[in-house]
């Protein structure tokens, strides 16, 4: 990979730097003045990357899956990357899950996934999302104040994924637990990691002895001949793709209907307020920033940039989403458009019936919160909420809130 500008401010970014957490909008901007739709940056370790900014680029990028492939055997910073490198979680070599199969297998391997979710009652959905929001929220409501972010949005997702995926309710908290340990790469990690894996080996285990009405048995029984090691990395996958992303979406947009005057009345007023939100997120405030991503299988150009054969091209959604050829008033609301690139693009996009699942529960999961606690309201001032420090995934590391202290329901509901 070769950058030819010589000049400081056409030095790579480091993707990392603090204002990915602070400002991207902002930083995007520079970083298109600079550099144009596609721009060089860094990783940890100084390997070397380009960033799509421009939303007609990653259009292009996602679109030709051959010229800029998900194979990252194509790779040509191999023989640089560190056995210890913090990001080869993200970005692995020889990993057996569906992100990184491509072709007729990655199709039939994305059709497994859709034709097991496809069968998923949306109505039995909504019902368990919101058994669970009011079982979090009975253990906030009397209390009077509370961290939406940390007690409510990131318990809620998983919780609901692992029902329909065939988990039992009793397993449920100790898998939340899990996977936001690896999320948040504490201590226990590691330990997060071998218990989620554990637990799905056993469950796809039992559901081969005894089937049932979910997603993991209807994934064994395909006819498409994929291994249980396969099913079961694929389920991992799905389940961590539709846990921080959707648990983000709940914090976001709850932070926007609390912090911006175009949905002041949104709290008091109908739900429709909340999909406007919802929507509003997905443009501005992506839960999904930027993505690992794909390696061009030749030399090409793109957006006016030399890529090399086996370069890293990492898709910056959240800069497309904001291409100022697109949204040309970034400041009004785009009324239910939804042609931005959150749940990406192309072959690899998240799922449809992913993307519905996940809306069911984020959506579900704000509306019991708005009618449990009606006059909820910020505990802190809107500038002091601060963003966790990634710039792949945009979330709030906490979301303090005050409200009228109610009574929990039960079952009752």
Not at 173 to 198: F, K, S, W, Y
Not at 205 to 226: C, H, I, T, W, Y
Not at 269 to 295: F, I, K, Y
Not at 330 to 358: D, I, M, W, Y
Request: aromatic letters at 6%; hydrophobic letters at 40%.
């Amino acid at each position: 990979m070769r950058v030819s500008a010589a000049s400081p401010e056409h030095q790579p970014v480091y993707l990392g730097g603090p204002r990915f957490q602070t400002d991207p909008v902002e930083l995007y901007r520079e970083m298109r003045r600079d550099h144009g739709a596609v721009a060089p940056v860094v990783l940890d370790g100084d390997v070397p990357a380009w960033l799509v900014l421009g939303y007609r680029e990653l259009h292009q990028v996602t679109s030709d899956p051959v010229l800029f492939s998900r194979d990252s055997d194509l790779w040509n910073q191999w023989d640089r990357i560190p056995a210890d490198w913090p990001l080869l979680p993200m970005i692995g070599r020889k990993q057996p899950s569906i992100l990184y199969t491509v072709g007729e297998r990655h199709r039939e391997r994305a059709a497994v996934i859709s034709e097991a979710l496809e069968s998923v009652d949306p109505f039995e959905l909504k019902g368990h999302a919101e058994r669970f929001a009011d079982e979090l929220i009975d253990h906030l409501c009397g209390r009077g104040s509370c961290d939406i972010v940390g007690e409510y949005a990131m318990l809620l997702p998983l919780r609901v994924l692992a029902r329909i995926y065939g988990f039992s309710d009793a397993q449920g908290p100790g898998l939340v637990t899990a996977m936001n340990d690896m999320i948040n790469g504490r201590a226990g990690a590691l330990e997060g990691q071998r218990h989620l894996a554990e637990s799905m080996f056993g469950l796809l285990a039992a559901k081969l002895a005894e089937p049932g009405p979910d997603v993991a048995s209807r994934m064994l029984a395909n006819q498409a001949g994929f291994t249980v090691e396969e099913v079961a990395q694929d389920l991992m996958v799905m389940m961590a793709a539709g846990h921080q992303p959707t648990a983000d979406w709940i914090g976001n947009s709850l932070r926007l209907m609390l912090t911006d005057d175009r949905f002041a009345a949104s709290l008091a007023g109908g739900r429709h307020s909340v999909g406007e939100a919802m929507n509003e997120v997905l443009w501005e405030d992506t839960p999904t920033q930027n993505v690992a991503g794909r390696w061009t299988s030749r030399d090409t150009n793109l957006g006016g940039q030399r890529i090399g054969r086996g370069d890293l091209v990492l898709l910056g959604i959240g800069a497309a989403n904001g291409d100022p050829h697109v949204r040309t008033d970034a400041g009004a609301l785009t009324g239910g458009n939804n042609a931005f690139f959150s749940f990406g693009h192309g072959e690899h996009r998240c799922p449809f019936p992913a993307q519905e699942v996940a809306e069911v529960i984020a959506r579900t999961g704000i509306e019991v919160l708005l009618d449990r606690l009606p006059d909820v309201d910020l505990a802190v001032p809107a500038a002091d909420l601060a963003r966790r420090p990634s710039p792949w995934l945009r979330g709030l590391t906490a979301l303090p809130v005050t409200y009228t202290p109610t009574p929990a329901l039960g079952a009752t509901r």
